[in-house]
Structures are given as structure tokens and as C-alpha cells.
Nanobody
């Protein structure tokens, strides 16, 4: 069983930056796919970015050029550097992991259901 704990969220003005961290403990997959997902009140959970152990990353179009996902395998820690934050980026951010080496392709709604382990979430609020 894998435990995922997110941190680094908070409130920031539009244009500001935050860095989220996700520490994995317990059983962890040696070659894993991990990702960040966001859910706003009343909306479905959607993908922000995913990353494979070798650093291959996928980003939602809405965050390309502004967000960077990275993985420190030695520390079992996933990061999400968020720059030039926008109000539409507000929501609960979740760290997730799955056993498969390759991160799944396809629409985010389908992809979300393919991740087996989830953190409790960390709130990010971006004001105008």
C-alpha cells in the first residue's frame, strides 16, 4: 500500500507561483507513473500533468509553458512547479500514482480512473 502526502499549496495572487510536493511512503513502485490532478468545487477531477520515471511528461494544454512536473526518485517525491498562476487554476490538487511504467494516454476522464493510489489533496487558491 502506497501513502501519498501533498504539501505546498496555499493562496496566491494571479501571476504568482507555488510549488507542490508529494511524498510517497510505504510500498512504492520502482518504475512508476505519477501525476497531478485538480478538482474545483462542482467540477470533475481533471489532469494537470503526469510523469514517468525517465522524466517523460504530459501536460494539459491549459498549463503548458507555465507548469513543470518533476520526479526525484531518490526521495520518492513528486513536484509541480506552478508559475504564472491564473484564477482558473484554483482547486484541490491531488497527487496520484499507478503501477504501470507508462503513463496512460487518452482523455483525462478516462485516465483519472486508471490511477490506483491518491493523496488527500492540497488546496490552491488563485485570486484575481
Amino acid at each position: 500500500q502506497v501513502q501519498l502526502v501533498e504539501s505546498g499549496g496555499g493562496s496566491v495572487e494571479s501571476g504568482g507561483s507555488l510549488r507542490l510536493s508529494c511524498v510517497a511512503s510505504g510500498y512504492t513502485y520502482n518504475m512508476r507513473c505519477m501525476g497531478w490532478f485538480r478538482q474545483a468545487p462542482g467540477k470533475e477531477r481533471e489532469g494537470v500533468a503526469t510523469i514517468e520515471r525517465d522524466g517523460s511528461a504530459r501536460y494539459d494544454d491549459s498549463v503548458k509553458g507555465r507548469f513543470t512536473i518533476s520526479l526525484d526518485n531518490a526521495k520518492n517525491t513528486l513536484y509541480l512547479q506552478m508559475n504564472k498562476l491564473k484564477p482558473e487554476g484554483t482547486g484541490m490538487y491531488y497527487c496520484a500514482e499507478r503501477a504501470q511504467t507508462r503513463c496512460p494516454a487518452g482523455d483525462w476522464w478516462t485516465v483519472v480512473q486508471m490511477y490506483s493510489d491518491w493523496g488527500q489533496g492540497n488546496q490552491v487558491t488563485v485570486s484575481s
